[in-house]
């Protein structure tokens, strides 16, 4: 059993895009973000996970979609600025997808420094905070910083992008 390595807050800082979710702030690195589209009609993949809404049509390509919302067990209400922010998801050392995320609002950009980004604190052994890269004190306010390539577990993506 290998052991979780953590990135040092000094490689996490940088440029992230705020969304939220359920009334909590989340950050995503930029560099991960494709574009941010409004919401719109999802083909419904059977046999999936609930989070798993479906798939899109971006311009002749089939973007898988997930809500972030019911992956991290919140409340997913739609709303007039419900989106999809298009990410960019490594599924393996030579494979990346993109992939959609359906957030409640998308907020802003904000630089971080090092000195900005605290690590994930420890909940105990039972929670996975795997995909956490750390947690943010912007303007005053935590927000959570999120590893997009391990909120949705691989095998989840590849079963995804094989129906798709």
Avoid: H, W
Avoid at 33 to 58: H, S, W
Avoid at 79 to 108: H, P
């Amino acid at each position: 059993m290998s052991t979780l390595q953590v990135a040092p807050a000094s490689a996490q800082a940088g440029k992230y895009l705020t969304v939220v979710l359920d009334n909590e702030a989340y950050g995503i690195a930029v560099l991960k973000v494709r574009e941010i589209i409004r919401l719109q009609k999802i083909t419904p993949v059977p046999q999936m996970p609930d989070f798993v809404k479906g798939v899109i049509n971006l311009r002749g390509r089939v973007i898988p979609v997930i809500d972030l919302r019911l992956k991290f067990g919140l409340k997913a209400e739609f709303a007039e600025r419900t989106c999809i922010v298009v990410v960019q998801v490594k599924i393996s050392d030579e494979t990346t997808v993109q992939m959609g995320l359906i957030v409640d609002t998308v907020e802003e950009v904000v630089t971080l420094a090092a000195n900005e980004i605290e690590p994930t604190p420890d909940f105990g052994t039972r929670i996975d905070t795997s995909y956490l890269l750390g947690m943010a004190k912007i303007k005053g306010v935590v927000k959570t910083l999120l590893d997009i390539d391990r909120v949705v577990s691989p095998d989840t993506v590849q079963a995804i992008v094989q129906t798709a």
